[in-house]
């Protein structure tokens, strides 16, 4: 190298490095959970293309998020079953 000393050389005599942390045994970063997702599990529901699509209709003409009416749909089936129903199960807040 000549004598000269271009800027990304010198650029590059401050640049710190980062350190690389091992993922197993480094502190877990602490994570903020909303209230609602501290008191509820998440439950993956697979539909045919055909039952989406309409469910995604119907939520979208009544203005509701597809979640209320597959909360409505397992009340339904609850109470059918002779089972506590969504509200009594819920813990008050």
């Known amino acids: 190298m000549s004598g ?3 800027p990304l050389v010198r650029e ?3 640049i710190e490095i980062p350190q690389v942390v091992n993922a197993e045994t480094a502190p877990p970063s602490p994570r903020r959970r909303s209230a609602t997702k501290e008191a509820t599990i998440q439950q993956t529901v ?4 055909a039952v989406h699509d309409q469910l995604r209709e ?3 003409s ?3 998020k597809m979640h209320a ?3 409505e749909g397992l009340d339904a089936v609850f109470r059918a079953r002779g ?3 969504i509200e009594e199960l819920t813990p008050k807040s």
């Not at 697979?46 to 293309?49: D, E, I, Q, T």
């Open 4 to 6: 000269i000393v271009t």
């Open 62 to 64: 009544e203005r509701v």
């Open 12 to 14: 590059a005599e401050h």
């Open 58 to 60: 119907l939520a979208f």
């Open 83 to 85: 089972l506590k129903s």
């Open 46 to 49: 697979y539909l045919p293309p």
């Open 69 to 71: 009416l597959i909360m």
